[in-house]
């Protein structure tokens, strides 16, 4: 059974640091696209950016290019969602979900709260 | 790459029939057969609810059905329950970003 298994909400400060991670089981890891989704309040999804596992091939949207780093660790499985510097409008629910070959999203994390407040 | 545009609610009584429009270009809805369409309840994740425009992915009812022409995509909710209350969001293929992938705005689904 494919999962994807995100990690628990964080609560974090303005400047800290974050990083989320989304465990995969159930099929191989390197062979399928894994996407990032931010949903702020209220708001609709969002892509963040893409990774290929396989061959770490990462694609950033351009309003999130710079603003945080998207990786991949083959030998658990699991890809990363990660900011150097954490600001208030980073609090949002953030999903991981895998790409098909005919670039529909199949299976998607539960969700990870991120909220940063002083 | 600009989103795909949805209307931003949409409502019906129990047993309508009620679409959602998902409108893009030639470059991502018009060029491709790689539409999907998603459910999204309060805080749970995202289901795929259709995909390759008009394929309902396994277990989704078949009140659900899926359209496209030019460059709109539709989403049909037939007999709508009150279990259909969501938010919805089509994703297609695009070629004009290197994401591969274009979502839409999303529609609120009311059951009156």
């Known amino acids: 059974e494919v999962q994807l298994v995100q990690s628990g909400a964080e609560v974090k400060k303005p400047g800290e640091s974050l990083r989320i991670s989304c465990k995969a089981s159930?099929?191989?890891?390197?062979?399928?696209?894994i996407g990032w989704v931010r949903q702020m309040p209220g708001k609709g999804l969002e892509l963040m950016g893409i990774?290929?596992?396989?061959?770490?091939?990462?694609r950033y949207s351009p309003s999130f290019q710079g603003q945080v780093t998207i990786s991949a660790d083959k030998s658990i499985s699991t890809a990363y969602l990660q900011w150097s510097s954490l600001k208030a409008s980073d609090t949002a629910m953030y999903y991981c979900a895998r790409l098909t070959s005919y670039y529909y999203f199949d299976y998607w994390g539960q969700g990870t709260l991120g909220t940063v407040s002083s | 790459q600009s989103a795909l545009t949805q209307p931003a609610s949409v409502s019906g009584s129990p047993g309508q029939s009620i679409t959602i429009s998902c409108t893009g270009t030639s470059s991502d809805v018009g060029g491709y057969k790689y539409v999907s369409w998603y459910q999204h309840l309060p805080g749970k994740a995202p289901k795929l609810m259709i995909s390759?425009?008009?394929n309902r992915a396994t277990g989704v009812s078949t009140r659900f059905s899926g359209s496209k022409s030019g460059n709109t995509a539709s989403l049909t909710i037939s007999g709508l329950q009150a279990e259909d209350e969501a938010d919805y969001y089509c994703?297609?293929?695009?070629?004009?970003?290197?994401?591969?992938?274009?979502f839409g705005t999303g529609t609120k689904v009311t059951v009156l």
């Open positions: 990774i290929y596992p396989g061959d770490s091939d990462t």
């Open positions: 994703i297609s293929y695009t070629s004009s970003s290197t994401l591969l992938s274009v």
């Open positions: 159930g099929y191989t890891f390197t062979t399928y696209w």
């Open positions: 390759g425009f008009s």
